[in-house]
């Protein structure tokens, strides 16, 4: 059983994530792995603190400046593997929108990621994040 404090936690690392990487902050999204991390993504893999920083400040630096990019977290679910050691699948709306007014929003994708986050001094982070469109859709792995 996950209690309500780690629940609340665990869906906050996921939402500082989210607001840590759209305001282009990637000293705080990294911040939010452990030091042995690995990070899985279709467009590259990171593993180690070091190498999810490098990857971070290697997306950001391609982005638009004309747009802002939104990562919305979406269907959270948890599951606990021990005390210090949740998995933690969630739905992922990422979007872009224009600066100029009228505001025009494109979705770009929708992904699942599929997450341990471990228990630390500093509070929740991630031990791996993997990110993928192509992750079937299975509320059983969580029974």
Known sequence: MIDAADRLAIHELLDRYCHSIDAARGELCAALFTDDATLETPVG???GAAAIQEWIDGRL???QPEIQVRHSPLSVLLAPIDADQVRVRSTL???WETLEIPRE??????VIYEDVVRRMAQG????SRKCDTQIPLDDDYFR
Do not use: H, I, N, P
């Not at 929003?105 to 929708?110: A, F, G, I, N, W």
């Not at 929740?124 to 031990?127: D, G, H, N, Q, S």
């Open 45 to 47: 893999v990171a593993e």
């Open 61 to 63: 630096a391609m982005r």
């Open 93 to 95: 709306l990422y979007t």
């Open 105 to 110: 929003v494109d979705v770009k994708s929708t």
């Open 124 to 127: 929740w982070r991630f031990a």
